[in-house]
Each structure stands twice: as C-alpha cells, then as structure tokens.
T-cell receptor, first 114, second 111 residues
Framework: DVKVTQSSRYLVKRTGEKVFLECVQD?????MFWYRQDPGLGLRLIYF???????EKGDIPEGYSVSREKKERFSLILESASTNQTSMYLC?????????????FGQGTRLTVV | GEDVEQSLFLSVREGDSSVINCTYT??????LYWYKQEPGAGLQLLTY?????DMKQDQRLTVLLNKKDKHLSLRIADTQTGDSAIYFC???????????FGRGTSLIVHP
C-alpha cells in the first residue's frame, strides 16, 4: 500500500519559532510537493521538488523554505513562524512518466501559530 | 498560469444525483482530475480524464469534459451520506507534472 507520511497531525508553535514539517514517501517518486489548505482558498502550492536537492517555488513561497536531501523525504521549514501561517499543510508525491499519474497525499498537518 | 474555478458548496438530498462543476483556463491542460477529501484526511484521487476524451464513467461517477468551453463536471449518481466530502478539481498540462487545484466544493448530503 502506497504511503505518504507526515510526521505530525497537529502542531502548536509560538510566533517566531523555527518550525519543521516532515514528509516521507515510500514509492520512490521523483516529484514531491507542499501545499497549504485554507477554507475558501483551496490548495495553494508552496514549493515542489523534482529531484534530490532540487526545489522550485510554487505560488506562495514567502516565509517558507524546503529541503530535500534524500529522495524519500521532503521537509518544509517555517524560518520564523507567524500567525498568518496557521493552516493545514499537505504533502504530496507523484512519479514522472510518459503519462501523468495521480498525486498521493499525506494526511495533513494542522499547524497553529500562537 | 493555470486557474481552476469551482463553486464552494453543494447540498443534495440522499438518493439524488450531484453535479459538481469546474472550469479551467489553460487550453493545454491535458490531464483533469477529481480528488475527494474526507474530514480530517488528505486528498484521494477519485477519477480522472484525459483531454482527448469527452466522457468517462466509473460506477456511480460520470465525468464530462467540454474542451471548447474548458468545463469539467463530476456527476455522482444516487448520492449517499458517505459521499459528503470536499471535492477538488485539478488540471495539469502535459509535461508539467504539477496539478493546479480549484478551491474545492463541499458536498453536503442530507437525508
């Protein structure tokens, strides 16, 4: 059974803290993504990575960075958490191929910044 | 870039058909997806259609694609309370491997 695992379901952090959200996939997928989900705004792409040590900005990268040191792991970093980063964060992975394929999602991390 | 629009809410009675609509802007979108998100969970692929198809049927689900109008719809026949969820439309152009999602439609099924 394919799996994308996010390290935490719920997190509460203080303003100004450095926050790490971890995501691991066991499908040997090349592409990995971080989205944030907010009511009425849907899923917005923060960053994606198409290979180890490669990263590309998505639509809303400000205030975030990412790390992909190993193929199976993609980390999202909030350098200095702020209350407007309170959100649901979803990690996804997807293989490359001659035809497109589905994206597999983790269960999400609900982050609250106080 | 791609923009995907869908209405935010749909309420139906159990046993009726539900139709969720979606429009997209990029005419080069090759792959169109419907994902379902149940409460407290991530997204799961429900069905998909390629741009060279007009229709796809999978049990209670029917996807219709109008490429000229860039309009996609998902019909759920005999809607059940277990179908209550958020449904996301996503579009992806060939070779990009990056799906763009709509805002999601909350489907509420009442008895």
């Amino acid at each position: 059974d394919v799996k994308v695992t996010q390290s935490s379901r719920y997190l509460v952090k203080r303003t100004g803290e450095k926050v790490f959200l971890e995501c691991v996939q066991d499908m040997d997928h090349e592409n990995m993504f971080w989205y944030r989900q907010d009511p009425g705004l849907g899923l917005r792409l923060i960053y994606f990575s198409y290979d180890v040590k490669m990263k590309e900005k998505g639509d809303i990268p400000e205030g975030y960075s990412v790390s992909r040191e190993k193929k199976e792991r993609f980390s999202l970093i909030l350098e200095s958490a702020s209350t407007n980063q309170t959100s649901m964060y979803l990690c996804a992975s997807k293989t490359l191929g001659s035809v497109s394929t589905e994206a597999f999602f983790g269960q999400g991390t609900r982050l609250t910044v106080v | 870039g791609e923009d995907v629009e869908q209405s935010l809410f749909l309420s139906v009675r159990e046993g009726d058909s539900s139709v969720i609509n979606c429009t997209y802007t990029d005419s080069s979108s090759t792959y169109l997806y419907w994902y379902k998100q149940e409460p407290g969970a991530g997204l799961q692929l429900l069905t998909y259609i390629f741009s060279n198809m007009d229709m796809k049927q999978d049990q209670r689900l029917t996807v219709l694609l109008n490429k000229k109008d860039k309009h996609l719809s998902l019909r759920i026949a005999d809607t059940q309370t277990g179908d209550s969820a958020i449904y996301f439309c996503a579009a992806e152009s060939g070779g990009s491997y990056i799906p763009t999602f709509g805002r999601g439609t909350s489907l509420i099924v009442h008895p």
